[in-house]
């Protein structure tokens, strides 16, 4: 005899599945980046002149000079101008960007199983969701992420070239989609500058619909 399962397991599964696609949604119109900084931000620098310096490998290289731009952008709410040539800054600015491929755990819902666990195919154990009865079940699968990151250093030459500023904002997204988010990322790394040392942080900004 084929197994029915219950209404009430059934409208529970299926409120269960509405909100995760909610959640989903949700996220889908918003940003979300980590920032980690460090800085001992000198007083008193509103309209001193920045450079920024590419590295060897990316002198000459059009991916960075588009995302200086997002950097330039992003730099302007702190009261930093942008010098005319290097030998007039008095900050320097470096930039790193890249992507990065991992393997992380992820839980996810499955179909339903008798509790409390189950052991499925390959030996998989499957932890109760909800409690005792049937209902949705929370299983951990490996899943290929990609980080998208950018850092960004800063130097102050009256300083003998000390650094004063270093960020770190990173988000996960689709793989080749590092120049979308570069002008999100680009702004979460100077967010609330200078803000605090060592601090570690969640950005959200909305995304246009």
């Given at each position: 005899?084929?197994?029915?399962?219950?209404w009430w397991h059934r409208a529970l599964r299926c409120l269960a599945l509405s909100c995760l696609a909610l959640s989903m949604a949700g996220c889908a119109n918003v940003f979300?980046?980590?920032l980690t900084r460090y800085q001992q931000w000198p007083e008193q620098t509103a309209g001193a002149l920045y450079w920024i310096q590419p590295d060897a490998a990316q002198q000459n290289n059009l991916q960075f000079q588009t995302f200086s731009d997002a950097v330039?952008?992003?730099?302007?709410?702190?009261?930093?101008?942008?010098?005319?040539?290097?030998?007039?800054?008095?900050?320097?600015?470096?930039?790193?960007?890249?992507?990065?491929?991992?393997?992380?755990?992820?839980?996810q819902m499955v179909d339903p199983y008798f509790y409390p666990g189950f052991v499925?195919?390959?030996?998989?154990?499957?932890?109760?969701?909800?409690?005792?009865?049937y209902g949705p079940v929370v299983?951990?699968?490996?899943?290929?992420?990609?980080?998208?990151?950018?850092?960004?250093?800063?130097?102050?030459?009256?300083?003998?070239?000390k650094e004063v500023y270093r960020a770190s904002a990173e988000t996960i997204g689709p793989e080749g989609r590092l120049g979308a988010a570069m002008p999100y990322l680009a702004r979460a790394a100077f967010d609330r500058?200078?803000?605090?040392?060592?601090?570690?942080?969640?950005?959200?900004?909305?995304?246009?619909?």
């Open positions: 005899m084929k197994y029915s399962s219950p979300s980046a980590q330039r952008a992003a730099l302007g709410p702190t009261g930093l101008v942008e010098a005319s040539s290097a030998s007039q800054a008095r900050f320097v600015v470096h930039v790193e960007y890249g992507a990065e491929r991992s393997r992380e755990w992820r839980q499925g195919p390959g030996f998989a154990y499957r932890q109760p969701w909800g409690g005792w009865g299983e951990s699968v490996p899943v290929i992420v990609t980080r998208l990151r950018l850092s960004v250093q800063i130097d102050d030459r009256s300083q003998r070239g500058f200078p803000g605090m040392n060592g601090q570690v942080i969640e950005i959200r900004y909305p995304l246009p619909r």
